[in-house]
């Protein structure tokens, strides 16, 4: 996966944005005004953020050691993936796709053209 590739596929999601409210160096997808992957442009290795279920993070990090805790974030909610091929673009998926859940699931209001999930 690249910079390319993870854009196009947050932006795939439903009802995501692509912002820039830290500046031009930090990509950040939102939805619902909520944000599920932060991304710096100028980092020395390609990584981003996504929100995690707190104790899926704990296990994820012990598992994988391309996850690490969210790097400037509330390490309890967020982790940092260090994309070095050390997993699948499937993986990395799958962590995309749990961090944009949570946050519509946690939404007081769903975003037009998201479903609730049970």
């Not at 910079?3 to 160096?25: H, M, N, W």
């Not at 944000?35 to 899926?56: G, R």
Request: proline share 7%; hydrophobic share 30%; aromatic share 10%.
């Amino acid at each position: 996966m690249d910079i390319e590739s993870l854009r196009d596929y947050c932006l795939s999601k439903p009802a995501a944005e692509e912002t820039f409210p830290f500046g031009p160096d930090t990509l950040v997808y939102k939805v619902g005004g909520k944000i599920f992957l932060i991304c710096s442009l100028n980092a020395d290795e390609f990584q981003f953020n996504v929100k995690c279920d707190p104790e899926l993070a704990i296990e994820l990090r012990e598992q994988y050691p391309c996850v690490q805790p969210g790097y400037h974030m509330n390490k309890k909610h967020w982790n940092t993936i260090v994309v070095d091929g050390s997993v699948s673009i499937k993986q990395l998926k799958e962590w995309i796709d749990h961090s944009y859940d949570l946050v519509v699931k946690n939404s007081p209001q769903k975003p037009k053209g998201t479903s609730k999930k049970n």
